[in-house]
């Protein structure tokens, strides 16, 4: 039987440098599968958060069927809400409907013969979007607006790629509200940009405002289907069904009611579509912060779960595994996925990506591990892996 949404809109006193003090509206879509009669003491809620470029919706509501991640869970008895950041999917985006406020270099996809722009311009906004503090600020506001409206305490969070910049530092921040967490091939630079100088979390000082001097940059189909391509292993053919990435592109320009109107013109007298993508600045989530107080492993237990053909995480200074060390807890698990790429939420091992979770938020067990790394090869034997 369908489970309906609910799409709420969440006021906040924004503090993201472009429209500070401005009272915002975020995008939060619920899909409530909690069994009728269900007192809020058993009432378990799951806040799902988007990754760098592809908004939320895109992420974890997309197509029908076993591709919504967030409607597998709400069947299977869950609360479960859907989060964009400013500057992503149907929350506002500030300074990111003028085209000028791309990155420069990619002034070509909205250049003649594509739209809109006629000629070249520097950006009007000289400064990136937003900032760890203005995505802890979301969180924390939409964490507390989901404990009054249902009379939770605590939830449960799982974050797609670059979400662990929000949800590892802010489980250290406020464990009081964090049940567990789930990374999904989680981005983690262990030797990141640090917080203030004898601070955990505050603002490095000075907050370098103009690094890079633009708002957003921009996506296109073309690179959507290379990054993935590059991915793609040559012995797993169920990895990607035929026709995935128009169904995920598609999903991406759904929420991009601007960036949908930009880039190529079609001979059906649309445009191809561009995804606008905030650009952020991040501190405190390294190899210093991970282990504060014990939090990670301790009390909010971690699941961390990434493919095996996985480049965007796993190069240019980014390792899952070094995440993994860096959590001192032992309520620790992390499972490596067979044929699975970044693009897993879309792959045919989304299936069993959406078992791990189900077992994750029942039992804080998969496959009946508590604690360890392992493998899990294309017959979902689970083997146990060595953490270098």
């Not at 995804?275 to 939090?295: C, D, E, I, M, V």
């Not at 965007?312 to 698990?333: D, F, H, P, Q, R």
Request: glycine residues 8%.
């Amino acid at each position: 039987m369908p489970i309906k949404h609910t799409d709420h809109a969440v006021e906040h006193k924004s503090t993201v440098p472009a429209n500070a003090n401005q009272l915002v509206k975020l995008f939060l879509r619920e899909y409530d599968g909690t069994p009728p009669g269900t007192p809020a003491a058993d009432r378990r809620v799951v806040l799902m958060l988007h990754g760098r470029s592809v908004p939320v919706l895109a992420t974890y509501d997309i197509g029908l069927g076993d591709y919504s991640w967030s409607r597998v869970l709400a069947h299977a008895g869950y609360d479960v809400f859907l989060l964009d950041f400013q500057g992503m999917g149907l929350s506002p985006r500030p300074e990111m409907d003028t085209p000028c406020n791309a990155n420069p270099a990619q002034h070509d996809r909205v250049l003649p013969p594509n739209l809109p722009l006629t000629a070249d311009c520097a950006p009007s906004y000289p400064h990136q979007l937003g900032n760890s503090k203005s995505d802890w600020d979301e969180l924390d506001r939409v964490v507390e607006y989901i404990k009054d409206l249902h009379g939770v305490q605590k939830l449960d969070m799982i974050g797609n790629s670059a979400a662990a910049y929000a949800l590892g530092p802010y489980a250290i921040q406020h464990p009081e509200n964090v049940r567990s967490l789930m990374f999904q091939a989680p981005v983690f630079k262990p030797d990141g940009p640090d917080s203030a100088p004898g601070t955990e979390f505050d603002a490095p000082s000075p907050l370098p405002l103009n690094t890079p001097p633009y708002p957003m940059t921009l996506g296109n189909k073309d690179g959507l289907t290379k990054a993935w391509r590059n991915e793609l292993g040559p012995d797993c053919a169920a990895q990607q069904a035929p026709g995935a990435v128009d169904l995920v592109w598609e999903a991406i320009i759904a929420s991009d009611t601007q960036g949908r109107l930009w880039g190529k013109p079609l001979p059906n007298g649309r445009t191809e579509g561009l995804s606008r993508q905030r650009q952020t600045f991040w501190w405190g989530w390294n190899k210093k912060t991970a282990p504060l107080h014990g939090t990670l492993g301790g009390p909010v237990p971690v699941l961390i779960v990434y493919g095996d053909l996985d480049k965007t995480v796993t190069t240019l200074g980014l390792s899952v595994t070094e995440l993994y060390k860096a959590i001192v807890g032992a309520n620790k698990l992390m499972f490596k996925v067979s044929c699975a790429s970044h693009q897993m939420p879309w792959e045919g091992r989304r299936i069993i990506l959406h078992e791990m979770s189900k077992q994750w938020l029942k039992h804080t067990k998969v496959f009946g591990k508590d604690q360890g790394s392992f493998h899990v090869d294309d017959h979902d034997n689970v083997t146990p892996l060595p953490v270098p």
